[in-house]
């Protein structure tokens, strides 16, 4: 057993916010400009609020999908999101507490 009273390793739920930032003036933007690291903050005090334990919620380097909005991965779905802003923060509470996929924040790759 490891200090925080966990026997295995590993979570059940991994969510990934990404936290790149590129320099000013960038041919293309960046997640950590348009907010995601505010948005990581939340989530992580709702999944606190929330009880949900076994989980895990982190900054990413780049996920390489910021023309899409701030990127967000969940494993082990391997489920995409795009994030605009907070408005759908419970949604992936609700993910990573019971594995129901937010269809409205799937990530569409604009052609």
């Given at each position: ?6 026997e ?12 790149h ?7 293309r ?22 009880g ?17 909005g ?23 509470v609700?993910h ?9 924040l799937i990530?569409q790759?604009?052609?």
């Open positions: 057993m490891d200090a925080k009273n966990r295995t390793p590993g979570y059940t739920r991994h969510l990934f916010i990404c936290g930032e590129r320099q000013e003036g960038s041919a933007p960046h997640c950590q400009g348009r907010g995601s690291m505010e948005l990581l903050s939340q989530l992580k005090m709702l999944t606190r609020e929330a949900l334990k076994n989980i895990r919620v982190q900054k990413s380097g780049c996920l390489d999908y910021c023309e899409q701030i990127s967000c991965v969940v494993y082990p779905e391997g489920t995409w999101y795009s994030l605009k802003d907070d408005a759908h923060l419970s949604d992936l609700e990573l507490r019971s594995g129901t996929i937010a269809d409205k990530m790759i604009d052609d």
